[in-house]
């Protein structure tokens, strides 16, 4: 809608120019002057058109350069946000990882005491079978 706004205005200006000089050439072709007074006047009344002009184009240069300026900071305020939130992401990916490993690990553990123990248990019961049945075959 911006845009369509900008190319209407640009339009009405460019046309509001070429409409001035056009008139005022006409004008001065009918007017009763000599020839002197006439290219004079044609002379004047084309400085004050390239005057507009330039003007104009000045101006659009100004308007186009705060634009640019104005999408670079945005632009540049994004990649902020966006490298800001990812490095919240990644920070909460590491600690999530992190504790898992360290769940991981307290799990890990847990379960090679209890083998350990079990294996120890098992052990002992293989030793007095194992000096059970020694006693038995002497008896």
Do not use: H
């Not at 920070?91 to 123990?117: F, R």
């Amino acid at each position: 809608m911006a845009s369509e706004d900008n190319g209407l205005g640009k339009g009405l200006l460019i046309g509001f120019l070429t409409g001035a000089a056009v008139g005022s050439i006409i004008a001065l072709l009918f007017a009763p002057k000599s020839g002197k007074e006439l290219r004079e006047d044609i002379k004047r009344k084309s400085q004050d058109f390239l005057e507009d002009a330039e003007t104009y184009l000045s101006t659009a240069k100004e308007k186009a350069n705060q634009l640019i300026n104005e999408g670079k900071k945005k632009s540049e305020q994004l990649v902020a946000e966006a490298k800001e939130k990812v490095s919240v992401l990644l920070n909460e990916a590491e600690k999530i990882l992190s504790e898992a490993k360290d769940k991981a690990g307290n799990v890990v553990q847990s379960t090679k005491d209890k083998i350990e123990k079990e294996g120890e248990r098992l052990k002992t019961a293989v030793k007095a079978g194992v000096e059970a049945y020694k006693t038995e075959k002497e008896a």
